[in-house]
């Protein structure tokens, strides 16, 4: 940038500088309030509003609770005369709502002002003339005191015209390209018109400082504002008013650090509409108040709502980042954030926070402003992570994915984000969540079970595999415990069952069990969820989903030979006693060709079989009964219990009487 030199500051700092402002810490109580969307803010739009598209953004403003609505230059043009016209006639001016008409100090204009306003119940008629060094000596070629004279000359013209028009006026003074003016010579201006109304308490009068052109830091605009604050005449007769502009992007800053300094009332527009950067943004002013505990008295509850009609009149469009009112500004894409929001959020909702609000990175609850959790929040792309989906999948479909699970839920749903590079909908998410871990089950099925209670539980599962049905059995802990050996059994595999929660998904009698299964094969977990009205059914078919995704049983082509299949059910129901002798007479088959044939088709030799199924049989009553090791042993089909003990520690890693205590 090479001609940054022919710039140079252009404001005019007070003659003494006080800094009181300096020591308050936030905005005690909120300001007036006015609203000159309907002139400033229309005047800046490219295709103006209509006259019926006024008196609805009229109507809205009053709903919203502004009580002072600035609502045009009458003289400027036939359709702003109309509208005061219109207002008036129709009696559609509450009782507590006061309305305001911008005139300039001249004659005409003015007079045409008064006839616009005729019959008001409450009119502020806002006198303005330009009083910068760059106005007075390029514009109006004016000194000091003929400037003075403009604006006297005007406060004297208001005087009169209100006492000879019907209605009941009150009047405003501003000091226009007020950023470019001395300020004391600002204050002699201000003070001269107030020399001519001489307000009272009863009858109170508006001097508004306008950052016409924005030129100045904050902290130097509150230095002014202090300084007219303490020099103004008939002071506690006067409403000292700012009306900022954005042009250095601190049109918030300088109304913030201005009511510091003394300032009575804002004048301001939703969303910061006006010319070039725009007026002050009165949304974010008041829910910044809000943020602090302070009630704005503006209700923002239907913020959205009062965005589109915003957007609908103005053919304006409010930016995604604009603070509160945007439509990104409480979304959390990243990880990190969203695990912190779902924490906080579950804080809040245990009350821990003693009722006031610290969710982490959202500095208000988006339900007071009428935003969602679930869509403005957290919302789900490649940069989010284990928090985020989780609350997704919670708050929008009751899904209580337990923690451990929560990391590779993330990763399944980031990945297909990252492929499709797009951010994905609660309603995506959750169908990658049911194809994965809820409907998973392409391989194998399990359609029937049938359990019988002894010493534990022995089941009867109908495996539906590769369009063939058999029947297996198998002994465990427990119904689910019985079915995992059973698939166990069936496909020659090997893993730890090794997580069960579970949780109702919804309440009443229709309720419905969600159940999370996770199995561990070499250190790598596989996930299912089941859901269903009958617990057992919810947990088996977790099951089956998380047993479906191992590479052994994906990568099993072969129906399971029924004759195998029989051998194993016949041992299961005879392995106190059974021999492999027993089994050569039962199906008719040598015992060397059996041995070889138990050994290829289930993995382990007849005696390994054996083997397992009495020491799942001991473990299943050490866990369920407080039988001595010897019936333990002896209930199991050992005899010598040094033997058996030696065996159990080989397989479990501990001894009978340790695995015993460690369930317990």
Known sequence: MDNYQKYQCQYYMPPKATYNWVTKDHIETPPIWCSVDLRDGNQALIEPMSLEEKLEFFTMLVKLGFKEIEIGFPAASVTEYEFARTLIERNMIPDDVTVQVLTQAREHIIKRTFEAVKGAPRAIIHLYNSTSVAQREQVFKKDKDEVKKIAIEGAKLLDKLAKETEGNFSFEYSPESFPGTEVDYAVEVCNAVLDVWKPTKENKVIINIPTTVENAMPHVFATQVEYIHNSLKYREAVTLSLHPHNDRGTGIGDAELGCLAGADRIEGTL?????????????????????????????????????????????????????????????????????????????????????????????????????????????????????????????????????????????????????????????????????????????????????????????????????????VEANGNGRLDAVSNAIKQYFGIKYELSTYEEHALSRGSSSKACTYVGITVEGKKYWGVGIDEDIIKSSINALVVAVNQLDAVKNNKDVRDVRINAIMNYIQE???????????????????????????????????????????????????????????????????????????????????????????
């Open 271 to 471: 969303f910061g509409n006006g010319e070039r950067t725009g007026n002050v943004d009165i949304v974010t002013l008041a829910l910044n108040m809000y943020s602090h505990g302070v009630d704005p008295k503006l209700d923002f509850s239907h913020l959205p709502q009062v965005g589109e009609t915003y957007e609908k009149l103005t053919r304006m469009r409010i930016y995604e980042r604009q603070p509160y009112a945007g439509q990104l500004v409480f979304t959390a894409f990243s990880g990190s954030h969203q695990d912190a929001i779902s924490k906080g959020f579950n804080w809040h909702e245990l009350k821990k926070d003693n009722g006031i609000w610290s969710v982490p990175y959202l500095p208000i609850d988006p339900k007071d402003i009428g935003r969602e959790y679930d869509g403005d929040v957290i919302r789900i792309n490649s940069q989010s992570g284990k928090g985020g989906v989780s609350y997704i999948l919670k708050n929008n479909y009751g899904m209580m994915v337990p923690r451990e699970m929560q990391e590779d839920v993330s990763y399944t749903i980031k990945d297909i984000s990252d492929r499709e590079h797009a951010e994905l909908s609660p309603m995506r998410i959750y169908q990658i969540f049911e194809d994965k871990y809820v409907h998973n089950n392409h391989v194998f099925k399990i359609d029937e079970c049938h359990f019988k209670q002894k010493e534990g539980i022995l089941a009867e599962v109908k495996i539906d595999h590769l369009d063939a049905q058999q029947v």
């Open 574 to 664: 005879n392995y106190l006693t059974i021999t492999l002798e027993d089994l050569s007479k039962q199906f008719f088959l040598s015992k060397p060709y059996l041995s070889k044939f138990i050994k290829d088709k289930s993995g382990m030799t007849f005696g390994e079989n054996v083997k397992q199924i009495r020491l799942n049989k001991a473990s299943t009553l050490l866990r369920n009964g407080n039988m001595k090791v010897e019936k333990v042993a002896e209930a199991s089909g050992y005899q010598n219990v040094e033997h058996f003990n030696r065996l159990f520690k080989e397989r479990f890693g501990m001894t009978p009487v340790q695995y015993r205590c460690s369930e317990k």
